[in-house]
């Protein structure tokens, strides 16, 4: 069986508190993009993960989650996947999440189990705070440390400028920076607003991450990213995740486009991509 594992972005991304187990309780709005890895599965004698693209560790994302599957549901089975990488790591844009959703997806599919979104998005989570909204794959708010997902009903579609620099960032090392003192909290009900009005305006105006400060911390070399993309038209710059992917916006897709044929002469990774669908 053939599937796409799609990347994500969060619009908003607000860090609640830091909970007793030292994740943080969020509280963020997040849509699928058109960066995909490709993925191949089929049932073999033993679990095998193999990855075109990218060196995984060992315990990477596709082979927990076939352990979750295999001990949820005692399943007898075992899976070959092959992933083609496409989603750079360390780049806010939920590579690993995506791979380990869409094989959670065509496991239950090739063993005939159907299961409700709700309990998925709790037995997912065991993998990564963002593999429940890759699972759902659609606009959405997102709460919890990522499993409580409200869907958005939109139909929105933009295009975007993503740059992902030649350094990624740590999830973990983002996360253990934040303090609760520091008085940054964007406004998430009116970035959900936005989305539901396909208001433009209001989002640039509302749009906002609350690790972005901190990814500036820690790697300094963003704010020339901000500028290069800025000096190349774009609007609005607005990272994403955990970093190091910055996103750049503009509704002009003349803008778009020459921000894209100027910041590929100076990053590896540039592309357009399609929010929301
Ligand atoms: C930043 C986001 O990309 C926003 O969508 C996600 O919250 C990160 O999701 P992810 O990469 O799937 O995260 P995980 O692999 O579950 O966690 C990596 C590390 O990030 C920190 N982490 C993650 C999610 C969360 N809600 N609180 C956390 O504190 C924890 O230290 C954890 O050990
Ligand atoms: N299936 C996988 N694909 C990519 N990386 C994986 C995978 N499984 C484990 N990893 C490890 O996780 C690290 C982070 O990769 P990932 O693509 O999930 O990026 P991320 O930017 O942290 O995602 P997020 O947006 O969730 O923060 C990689 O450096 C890699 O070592």
New binding site residues.
């Given amino acids: 069986m053939q599937v796409q594992a799609r990347a994500?972005i969060?619009l908003a991304?607000d860090v609640v508190e830091?909970m007793d187990n030292?994740?943080?309780?969020?509280d963020?709005i997040?849509a699928p993009i058109s960066i995909y890895d490709e993925i191949e599965i089929e049932k073999s004698d033993c679990d095998m993960v193999e990855c075109e693209g990218m060196k995984l560790p060992e315990n990477n994302t596709v082979s927990k989650m076939i352990q979750v599957l295999k001990d949820t549901y005692h399943l007898d089975s075992s899976f070959k996947v092959s992933i083609k990488k496409h989603i750079p790591a360390q780049a806010?844009l939920?590579g690993?999440?995506a791979d380990a959703a869409a094989v959670c997806k065509a496991i239950l599919k090739m063993e005939g189990i159907e299961e409700t979104e709700e309990n998925l998005y709790e037995i997912t989570k065991q993998v990564?705070?963002?593999?429940p909204?890759c699972i759902h794959d659609k606009w959405a708010r997102?709460k919890g440390?990522?499993e409580k997902i409200t869907p958005i009903e939109s139909d929105w579609k933009f295009d975007v400028v993503v740059v992902k620099p030649d350094f990624g960032i740590s999830?973990?090392n983002?996360?253990?920076k934040w303090k609760e003192s520091r008085p940054f909290h964007p406004d998430v009900d009116l970035v959900e607003s936005s989305i539901r009005e396909e208001n433009m305006d209001l989002l640039y105006q509302t749009m906002a991450n609350a690790?972005e400060p901190i990814a500036f911390e820690i790697e300094p070399e963003l704010n020339q990213v901000k500028m290069d993309m800025e000096d190349a038209g774009l609007v609005r710059i607005l990272m994403s995740?955990?970093g190091s992917s910055m996103l750049g916006f503009s509704v002009d897709e003349d803008v778009i486009l020459n921000a894209y044929e100027q910041l590929k002469e100076k990053y590896d990774f540039v592309k357009i991509i399609h929010v929301g669908g």
């Avoid at 030292?22 to 969020?26: R, V």
């Avoid at 990564?128 to 593999?131: I, L, M, N, R, S």
Wanted: charged share 10%.
């Fill in positions: 994500k969060n991304l830091r030292g994740y943080h309780s969020l963020m997040m806010g939920g690993g999440s990564g705070a963002d593999v909204f997102v440390i990522g999830t973990a983002a996360f253990s690790l995740g955990s």
